[in-house]
């Protein structure tokens, strides 16, 4: 789960912390109780059920969400008055931010462009459908064309656009503002990302010089090799012709990379040679992603071409992963600048710089890095032989800072929210409830409200609090070991490293109990029911019960378990066994090169952009819980150690779900 949050100004912020501090009643069980009562009859629609609700919770932390619902079932029918009157009660809030962003919609939705334009400005996070009205509003009350050279960049970047932003496409088509290259270039980026439909609505815009059958686009799209195989001798004679041949092309290189580079060779010259490069690239990014290694050579033949940020990140992943210093130079250099400052590519270049003989270049790039509390902070420490260690434990919230975050009635709604049985759709909404009035908060406000979601005992807000510090940090906040002495004795048992095991739980559940994922998984360490029972079966797991699995003792039991059996069958290699445990065994077996990679590169160029990066994370934890539990300086590298290629220190391969 990401929720993207931006972060505004701090005097708004004190705003929303003295709006949260009015007093109201603690949630009580009964409460909680009535609250999903109340969830349930918005999301029926049923009014009076839920006006009936809203009295018994009046006064309590819970009353606010329920006035919120009511007000939304009637949004649509309502004055501004209603609204208002929330909307100034709650200033400052996140439920008033959630509010003035639905009357947007209905004001966008209505075209009242005047009381739009008052509005918006008081909106702190605008989402691209409010963006998108906002410039209407702009275009139809002062005229200002300048909006559509705004909206323009829209076409070519963003590939989902809300209804709200389509008059703005259609007037820049309409004034001829968008030509015929404009509209291909926007089918293909929309087959590339596999929106079909869309593509082909957006290609019924292209001039009639241009027009393509829609069946074709399809037969394209959904068979390319047998297109290409199909395709008349005198394809490249026109436009459309050429176009469907290079998204067929493209699509075919997401399955089978060398296949699509072949075909691309045998029809190139009737392409200019932006076009080629524009294949070219795109070939190259699967490639890289299926760790071929031709992706080097091929990504040499679109320098021609725009690449996405993805492209670029992928382009030095390939040089990585062939340790060709030169040629990942060349590509972090070739990268946005935006792109090249990101922690990663600092940390390699650096690394480039140093194979390459230019130590004082390397140690400049690793500085930047170091002391940072990340993966490539802690690879940054060892490259300059500083052993990673923790910061001084900051003075613990004092009396007052407590019930400051204490009689935080936002934060305090959130965390009672967390409490009830309302699911992930609530779940998240009161985790970007704690996230909205911990924005703008120094380091002794987030200790102080870390400190209380712990003994409220919600660690995960801890963690989420803890994190954000600057200068004054609590790891023990940060990196919480809750059920020290259970994991401790099941990881024993296991012959598992405390350590690595605390690393991977944080990142599965941040150590929420009944946390679920989308896909299902569960507990603790995020167990997946099918694999639950089958080590449960392995091991002889006594009275094993689907019921069970989320269950602290019987997860952790079956969770190291696993992450033995994993570890065991990957050469004993800790970052191995984590990207199994995250990705599936078969995977990390896959993701192994033809020749001994350090662990970093072995995770930087694993395919899966959220197995990356927790494998990453995982890795990074653990190297903190080892400093808190040991008191020993650490190494990430050293935990990283060497991949071996396949069957170079294979242990006997088990079978594992």
Known sequence: MSVRLYTIIKTASAVALMAAAA???????????????????????????????????????????????????????????????????????????????????????????????????????????????????????????TVLDEARPLWFNSVDLPDSCQPLMDRLLTDKRLDADDIWTRVRRLVEVRKF?????????????????????????????????????????????????????????????????????????????????????QIAWQAALNHEPEALAWYALSEETRLSEEQHAWH???????????????????????????QEWVYWLGRAQLAQGRPDEAKQLFQKLAGRHSFYGNLADDELGRPIAIPARAEPPTEEELA???????????????RTDLGDEMRIEAIREWAWYLRGMDDRQLLAAAEFARRQGAIDRAIAAAERTQFQHDFALRFPAPFRAEVGARAREASLDDAWVYGLMRQESRFVMEARSSVGARGLMQLMPTTARWVARKIGYAGYHPSRVTEMDTNVTLGTSYLKMALDALDNQPVLASAAYNAGPNRARKWRGGQALEGAIYAETIPFGETRDY???????????SVLFDEQPQSLKARLGVVYPNGAAETEAIELP
Not at 82 to 87: D, I, P, R, W
Not at 230 to 259: C, H, K, M, W, Y
Not at 615 to 625: C, E, F, G, L, R
Request: charge should be positive; aromatic fraction near 8%; charged fraction near 30%.
């Open 316 to 342: 030095a992943r390939a040089a990585l992963r062939a340790q060709d210093w030169a040629a990942l130079i060349r590509a972090v250099e070739r990268m946005p600048s935006r792109l090249a400052s990101q």
């Open 404 to 418: 400051a975050a204490e009689g935080n009635a936002g934060l305090r709604r959130a965390l009672a929210v967390l």
């Open 615 to 625: 494998v990453k994370k995982v890795m990074s934890n653990a190297v903190y819980y």
């Open 23 to 145: 007093p109201v009643a603690p949630a009580t069980r009964d409460a909680g109780a009535r609250f999903v009562e109340a969830r349930e009859a918005f999301r029926a629609g049923e009014r009076v059920h839920l006006a009936r609700v809203a009295e018994s919770l009046r006064g309590t932390e819970f009353a606010p969400w329920v006035e919120h619902w009511r007000l939304r079932l009637r949004i649509e029918e309502d004055s501004f008055e209603g609204v208002q009157a929330f909307l100034e009660r709650e200033a400052g809030s996140y439920l008033a931010e959630k509010l003035r962003a639905e009357w947007l919609r209905q004001l966008g939705k209505r075209q009242d462009w005047k009381s739009f334009q008052q509005e918006y400005p008081s909106l702190a996070q605008p989402d691209q459908e409010l963006a998108c009205y906002a410039l209407q509003a702009r275009l139809a009350r002062q005229q200002d064309e």
């Open 197 to 281: 439909s869309v593509a082909r609505n957006v290609a019924r815009n292209l001039p009639p010089e241009h027009t393509i059958d829609p069946r074709k686009l399809d037969a394209a799209t959904d068979n390319p090799a047998r297109y290409l195989a199909r395709q008349l001798p005198n394809f490249a004679a026109t436009r459309p012709g050429r176009e469907l041949a290079l998204i067929a092309v493209v699509r075919l290189s997401r399955s089978d990379p060398l296949a699509a580079a072949a075909r691309l060779r045998s029809i190139e010259t009737h392409y200019a040679a932006a076009d080629r490069a524009y294949a070219w690239g």
